[in-house]
C-alpha cells in the first residue's frame, strides 16, 4: 500500500512544462472568418491549433476530443441565428460542463451578449492580437492542467454520482499505473462505463482525456 500511495503522489505532483503542454494540448477555433485569429502566429509558437469555420460534429465537441474551444458568437452554425454560438455553448456545458470553452467575439459591449460571455471558462475579444491569444491560453493550461487540478476534477465528478471512496481510490490507482505504462488504452480501461451501476458519462471520460493529453498519450 506504501508504494502504491508513493507512485500515486508522485505522478499526481509531476509538473509539465508550459512549452511540453502548447505542444500536446488540442485547441479548436469556431469562427466563421478564418482571419480573425492568429492561428499560424500561435502554431509558429508552438501551439497545437485546428480550425473550423463552421460546427463540424456536435458529439466532437461534447467527447473531450479538444481540450481548448474558442468559440464565436455569430456565424458557426447553418442557423441564420446571429447568436447561434451560444446555443452551441449552452448545448456543450449542459452536456459536459468541464469542457474549456472560450468565448471569442467582438460583440463585448452588446448586453444581451452577456450569457455567453458568463457561460464561458475564458474570453477573447476581436479584434485580437497573437500576444493577447498567448495571455489567456497559457493562464488556462498553466490552471486547468495540472494533475492535481484534473485529478481534483475527475474526483469531484465521480463524487456527485455517489461513487464511494474505495471505487475511486481504485480507479485512481488504476489510471496511475496506466500513466507510468505510457499505456493509452489501459488508462481509458481504468475508467469503466459504470460502477456499482451507476453510469460515469461523458464528463468523467472527457476528464481523463485531457489527463491522457497532459501526459502525451492520448
Known amino acids: 500500500m506504501f508504494w502504491k500511495k508513493k507512485k500515486m503522489s508522485l505522478i499526481l505532483s509531476e509538473k509539465v512544462p508550459l512549452a511540453i503542454l502548447r505542444k500536446r494540448v488540442k485547441i479548436l477555433v469556431i469562427d466563421d472568418d478564418p482571419n480573425s485569429f492568429p492561428k499560424d502566429q500561435l502554431i509558429d509558437e508552438g501551439y497545437n491549433i485546428q480550425h473550423w469555420e463552421k460546427v463540424r460534429s456536435l458529439n466532437r465537441l461534447l467527447d473531450g476530443e479538444f481540450d481548448v474551444i474558442i468559440l464565436d458568437i455569430g456565424g458557426v452554425t447553418d442557423d441564420p441565428n446571429p447568436d447561434a454560438g451560444l446555443s452551441v455553448l449552452e448545448h456543450i456545458k449542459k452536456h459536459n460542463p468541464h469542457q474549456i470553452v472560450v468565448a471569442f467575439s467582438g460583440q463585448t459591449f452588446d448586453l444581451s451578449k452577456t450569457g455567453f460571455w ?66 493509452a488504452e489501459k488508462a481509458r480501461l481504468a475508467l469503466p462505463a459504470t460502477i456499482n451501476g451507476v453510469k460515469l458519462g461523458i464528463e468523467a471520460l472527457s476528464t481523463v482525456n485531457k489527463i491522457l493529453t497532459l501526459w502525451g498519450i492520448g
Do not use: T
Not at 489567456?136 to 492542467?145: I, R, T
Open 118 to 183: 458568463r457561460m464561458a471558462d475564458d474570453s477573447i475579444c476581436k479584434p485580437v492580437y497573437a500576444v493577447k491569444c498567448k495571455e489567456v491560453l497559457d493562464q488556462l493550461l498553466e490552471a486547468k492542467f495540472s494533475m492535481e487540478h484534473l485529478w481534483g476534477e475527475l474526483e469531484a465528478i465521480l463524487l456527485s454520482k455517489n461513487i464511494n471512496q474505495r471505487e475511486i481510490d481504485k480507479l485512481k490507482y488504476n489510471l496511475s499505473v496506466a500513466i507510468g505504462a505510457k499505456d
